[in-house]
T-cell receptor, first 114, second 111 residues
Framework: EPEVTQTPSHQVTQMGQEVILRCVPI?????FYWYRQILGQKVEFLVS????????KSEIFDDQFSVERPDGSNFTLKIRSTKLEDSAMYFC????????????FGQGTRLTVV | SQQGEEDPQALSIQEGENATMNCSYK?????LQWYRQNSGRGLVHLIL?????REKHSGRLRVTLDTSKKSSSLLITASRAADTASYFC???????????FGSGTRLLVRP
C-alpha cells in the first residue's frame, strides 16, 4: 500500500540552525501539507501546497518557514533559523483532491531544538 | 471553545465494550474526518463524512454528523486492546485547504 514517507525520523538541532525536513508524498497525489504537533497538544496546520505554489498557510508559517517541491517527488519544509519553540513533531500529508478527500499522513519527524 | 473540541478527553473501557467519542465544531464545514494516532506515531485516516451525510459505517466504526448541532460522534463497537490510541476529529471548511484538528480523545482499552 502506498504511503507517505518522511526523513529523518528524529532531528536534533541547535537553536539558530537551519533544518530541512523531507517528505515523499504518495505518487499520484496532487495536494501536499505540513502539520505540526507540539508534545501533548493539538495537531496544527502549517501550509498546503498545490500546483507548485502555496495554497494556504497559517499564522505559524512565518518568514522562517518555506516549502519546496524540488524534483516532482520530494516535498520539503525548511526552517531557516530554528527556535526552541519549534520543537515538535512535524507531519507531512498528501491527498488526491484537496480537502474533499482524506489526507494520508507520514510517520512524522520529531524535531528537537536545543 | 475552539473548532473541533472532543469529549471526553480520556476514556477507559474494557475490551468488548463500545467506545463513543464526540466532537463539536463552530463553523460550516465541507466534511469532517476522524483520525487515529498511536502514541508518538503518524495519523491514520479512519473515515470521512460529508456535510450532506448523517451517518457512515466502516467495519466496527460508526460516525454520525449533526450539522444543526455542529457535532459528530465516533462509535467503536466491540473494542479491542489494539484500539488503544488517540482519536481526533478534523474539520474541512469550504474554500479551504486545511484540516482543523480537535484536541483528541485518548482511548484506553483494557484487556
Amino acid at each position: 500500500e502506498p504511503e507517505v514517507t518522511q526523513t529523518p525520523s528524529h532531528q536534533v538541532t541547535q537553536m539558530g540552525q537551519e533544518v530541512i525536513l523531507r517528505c515523499v508524498p504518495i505518487s499520484n497525489h496532487l495536494y501536499f501539507y505540513w502539520y505540526r504537533q507540539i508534545l501533548g497538544q493539538k495537531v496544527e496546520f502549517l501550509v498546503s501546497f498545490y500546483n507548485n505554489e502555496i495554497s494556504e498557510k497559517s499564522e505559524i508559517f512565518d518568514d522562517q518557514f518555506s516549502v519546496e517541491r524540488p524534483d516532482g517527488s520530494n516535498f520539503t519544509l525548511k526552517i531557516r533559523s530554528t527556535k526552541l519553540e519549534d520543537s515538535a513533531m512535524y507531519f507531512c500529508a498528501s491527498g488526491r483532491q484537496g480537502i474533499n478527500t482524506e489526507a494520508f499522513f507520514g510517520q512524522g519527524t520529531r524535531l528537537t531544538v536545543v | 471553545s475552539q473548532q473541533g473540541e472532543e469529549d471526553p478527553q480520556a476514556l477507559s473501557i474494557q475490551e468488548g465494550e463500545n467506545a463513543t467519542m464526540n466532537c463539536s465544531y463552530k463553523t460550516s464545514i465541507n466534511n469532517l474526518q476522524w483520525y487515529r494516532q498511536n502514541s508518538g506515531r503518524g495519523l491514520v485516516h479512519l473515515i470521512l463524512i460529508r456535510s450532506n451525510e448523517r451517518e457512515k459505517h466502516s467495519g466496527r466504526l460508526r460516525v454520525t454528523l449533526d450539522t444543526s448541532k455542529k457535532s459528530s460522534s465516533l462509535l467503536i463497537t466491540a473494542s479491542r486492546a489494539a484500539d488503544t490510541a488517540s482519536y481526533f476529529c478534523a474539520t474541512a471548511e469550504y474554500s479551504s485547504y486545511k484540516l482543523i484538528f480537535g484536541s483528541g480523545t485518548r482511548l484506553l482499552v483494557r484487556p
